[in-house]
């Protein structure tokens, strides 16, 4: 549920992988040809691929392969010699071969063509300055919301919940109107429930005036400050400047600034691990349908994915408990669901990097959460910490009870 379609696809071989990397390779070089339209079709076919599942997901993506060779063949004429629409073309070929998809019948829906600038009433450049355009309509400014994965990963929700999940594969984070955004998690070490984000990706959706589509890809160990087609920006509409890549310290944190829509995203890397905070307004948090009902951010974890952090604070980690409270109380001294997550990290896993991936997702709330009073979290649930510490204390009193005993 939620994986990318690159592993999701019917028949695919070695070979289509190879293809598909060598293709968005190509795509960072600049286009000698500027009335080549490849990186539409490219970006199209990204994102028709994104969301593929269902029984009927095989004739789908036959279909959207189709969509894609017609849009090439739409940009042939101004696309001649160009190394990426030629790539494009033959690796289309080799994937409709291998899953055995007929070169006729259905497409994908084409989309309709962006609307012409507008000339009256706002200009573009407002149309695209999400908060100056909502306090003109609402007399008001809007009304922003929070939401965090981090470490093992833990959840924090829109709502304010939090939620410890194993969520191992690809798993969507967002999907609404606006925004579409997937992290995809293994197992912290072999055996054990925890598991840590190692890939994000995250689209842009093409709007009006704005921006064209954009899409962001992190994966352990790489970071870059740019979009996959080599931009650092939303593309050549009126409003293109609207959307924005900021690398704060390189390999580490970058920062997403998408003022069209009133959302900072901020993706981080501690360790081996990666985090992602989002700072949205609560339009663009709601723009969803019934459809899109499987959000992290929005609904926090499925029970069947969640953990109790009690379940593992106590084991026989390759960190005890103790000592894991103490390097987590450097970092975060506020004994929150920050530092509880912390200590739970640090002891299933073993790595003192978490302590680092709590800190920075525990800042990361000071900055985009609208309420001060709410950026400490305190669950009623007993924590790692004080469970484990009574049932240190109880052992104790048992043992000097025996000894005084004897």
């Not at 829109?158 to 191992?168: A, L, M």
């Amino acid at each position: 549920m939620g994986r990318l379609a690159c592993s999701m696809r019917p028949g695919r071989s070695p070979n289509a992988g190879f293809i598909i990397k060598a293709l968005f390779l190509l795509l960072l070089c600049r286009h000698a040809y500027s009335h080549c339209k490849i990186l539409r079709c490219n970006s199209e076919y990204v994102a028709a691929t994104l969301n593929l599942r269902g029984p009927n997901k095989h004739a789908s993506y036959c279909n959207t392969l189709r969509s894609y060779s017609r849009c090439t063949r739409r940009t042939a004429r101004n696309c001649r010699g160009d190394l990426a629409y030629h790539s494009a073309v033959h690796g289309i070929e080799d994937l409709m071969i291998q899953n055995k998809c007929s070169k006729e019948g259905p497409t994908s829906p084409r989309r309709p063509p962006a609307p012409p600038p507008a000339h009256q009433g706002l200009e573009p450049p407002e149309i695209c300055d999400y908060e100056k355009s909502f306090s003109r309509k609402h007399n008001r400014p809007p009304t922003y919301q929070h939401c965090a994965t981090f470490g093992d990963p833990h959840v924090r929700t829109f709502s304010d919940e939090f939620h410890t999940c194993r969520v191992e594969g690809s798993w969507p984070l967002l999907d609404n109107n606006y925004l579409f955004a997937q992290a995809t998690s293994y197992p912290v070490l072999k055996g054990s429930n925890a598991t840590a984000t190692s890939k994000l990706t995250i689209i842009f959706k093409n709007m009006k005036e704005c921006i064209d589509q954009k899409v962001y890809q992190a994966e352990i160990d790489n970071l870059p400050a740019a979009f996959e087609d080599g931009s650092t920006n939303g593309g050549e509409k009126p409003g293109g400047k609207s959307l924005s890549i900021n690398e704060r310290t390189p390999g580490q944190h970058v920062e997403i600034l998408a003022t069209y829509i009133g959302t900072t995203i901020a993706v981080r890397q501690a360790g081996r691990q990666l985090s992602f905070s989002i700072r949205a307004a609560e339009d663009v948090v709601r723009s969803f349908t019934e459809e899109q009902d499987l959000q992290l951010c929005v609904g926090g974890c499925p029970p069947s994915q969640r953990i109790s952090q009690t379940e593992c604070c106590c084991s026989n980690g390759a960190i005890p408990a103790q000592k894991a409270q103490l390097l987590c109380k450097e970092k975060l001294p506020v004994e929150d669901v920050y530092f509880q997550s912390c200590v739970f990290d640090v002891v299933t896993s073993g790595d003192v990097n978490f302590t680092l991936a709590a800190h920075a997702a525990l800042e990361d709330a000071k900055v985009f959460h609208p309420d001060a009073k709410k950026h400490h979290l305190f669950q009623s649930d007993t924590a790692c910490l004080s469970h484990c510490s009574a049932f240190l204390l109880a052992i104790t009193l048992v043992l000097s009870a025996l000894q005084l005993h004897f």
